[in-house]
DNA sequence: CGGTAAAATGTTACGTGTAACATGTTTGTC
DNA sequence: GACAAACATGTTACACGTAACATTTTACCG
């Protein structure tokens, strides 16, 4: 029942209802109860007797209260809120990781926040900095270069951080990856088990990831008594700077039998290039790529590739960093998850 | 200057420092000052005088302080903060329309709250709701369906919204886009006008988007007086999926010399089939695709494609939002940013 | 120096959901 | 109908950066 004394109390409503949102002391004051019982109504309804629950129902529903975090973040509680900061938004590895991540977040009644660093470790400060002045309860970061200034953040934040997709050389704190290096050395030693002898790798936007690989395509060729040989750009990778790539080391060297890609995205535009100049896949060139994207399978002949097994590195990353955040202690602070091959033909 | 009067002051720095994040008052209580100093070090520090500024600067590195904005979002005064919402974290339509958005938030010094839908109303409300927790001042949305309770609550929280990438029937507030029927009449006359006859439409994830693109589509073909043809997918719209739409529409239609696709991941998906099966393009088949997106160009003959202005859109969502969260009254509520073409060679 | 303007710093109050504890109310049992 | 237990609701205090206003300190000039 809505208790109105005097003309100017139901003025005040109004107008508190025009100018800002409604609190929980504004569905209180129109059902004449205190906002703590409007509060238990949201976080633990059963402890809400049943008719009042109806009447809250239907003051919020006509007030359209709108939960506010700000208050619950200045209590130093857990604000199940996880921080995501990935560096692409056009990248079907990260929106994989994502998905996994989400899967655990939605179960576990956390929410996330995300950010994008373009793959640049000065902007991933910036972001981080925001994170964390929203109180995120953890993070899962994306990648292993941080500048100093996040290093001293992440460790006066106290808060649990998970570094996914790759194992760094120094941790913050959790990791979830696979070794890149090893995987390229693996899908290298396979090239030349085909008998290819003339690998060249082709490599687009120098990160750690692309130099991680290029140190296990160097071993497997060392190895093997072959000589490594590479073209690359700083640009970002595209399809069109893996025709150009392909089409550079073609220039370049004398004979090329083989090419171990960075990532599908240049393998693609690799094959297409094949494909515009006669090349025959895998007989005159065979091809490598990494991540194993859809795209690879839709090429004539299917394209083989690294599969890194992105949806379950999401998924044990935010299984560890909530169960971490809950206070459990977790058996490890490392995890491998390797990686797999798409059933490809361009190899031989 | 360090003013510990007791042991057990000390002890509760020391405690303090230990257990809680670092607080304005922490920093203060060091120097001998009063929080409010300390935050106006950050908010206008040209109002603090140089030597405080340099005895702050120093307290906050050594303590590690981390901006706390969950104080600030309980004020009623901005939060300097926007929500964007887009459908997907692997589609470069969005990942450069948020481009174009950080363009403007970072002239401006506002921060970006970002959340995607997965094309799914239901998780774009809960989304929006989180977004709207956090007292964001604003928001960018890029997609035109919502649910009733969205737009319940995007009327209630009374903050400005602004729809992009498409022109809404039923608007919630500001509209940046452009007419995808008109660019699809448009697309599909020039097909027509080439001599094309027998054009099919292919589309994938039936969004409003597709929707409208059929509708143009089929009007240029009525207009014409040809007759629409479709193959369509509910799926998520892939190459592979373009390889399998083509193959449908060449084993459903008596005769197809043309096929409109409703984004280039299908026509490139289509055009990849057209080269595995021998099918020249543009001659035997002239391919249209819709985004303009890099792979376009890498293929042979080139991708014709419909190139809509995402980065512009992102930019003029962005001011615009901003110049009415500012108090700005917009010349207009509705902006069409129109459609060009890549220059391709799949037409004729 | 005196006095005023400008600069620097301080004081006070505020916003709002919730934990922890306290009080009031109903239910059920003998 | 008395009383304990369970249930429902209320009370109080707290978190912390900042706007608005108040006070103190410094700078400057005749």
Known sequence: MLRVTCLSDLFVHLLTFMTNRASLQDIADQ?????????????????????????????????????????????????????????????????????????????????????????????????????LSYQVDGLILCETE??????????????????????????????????????????????????????????????????????????????AGLTPQTVATPFQSSFSQGMKLLQQALDTFDRVDGIFCTNDDLAVGAMQYCNNEGIRVPDDLAVMGYNGLDIGLTMQPKLTSVVTPRQAIGIKSARLLIDVINGKVPSDKLFDLGYSYTEGESLS
């Open 146 to 223: 941080h500048t100093d200034r996040t290093r001293t953040m992440l460790k006066q934040a106290g808060i649990p951080v998970v570094e996914c997709m790759e194992l760094p050389e120094a941790p913050i704190d959790m990791v979830v990856g696979l070794d890149h290096k090893a995987a390229a050395f693996n899908a290298v030693s396979r090239m030349i088990a085909s008998n290819k002898q003339h690998i060249v790798y082709l490599a687009a936007r120098l990160d750690r990831r692309t130099m991680l690989r290029q140190q296990g395509y160097e071993q497997a060729m060392w190895e």
């Open 31 to 131: 059902l004449g109860i205190t906002k703590m019982t409007v509060s238990r109504y949201f976080r633990s309804p059963e402890k809400v007797a049943p008719a009042t629950r109806e009447k809250i129902a239907q003051a919020v529903k006509s007030a359209g209260y709108i939960h506010n975090r700000a208050p619950a973040l200045m209590s130093k509680s857990l604000s199940h809120t996880i921080g995501v900061v990935i560096p692409s938004l056009s990248n079907q590895v990260f929106s994989a990781l994502v998905d996994g991540i989400e899967t655990i977040t939605n179960s576990e009644s956390f929410d996330i926040l995300l950010a994008h660093s373009g793959y640049d470790p000065k902007v991933e400060e910036r972001k981080i900095e925001m994170l």
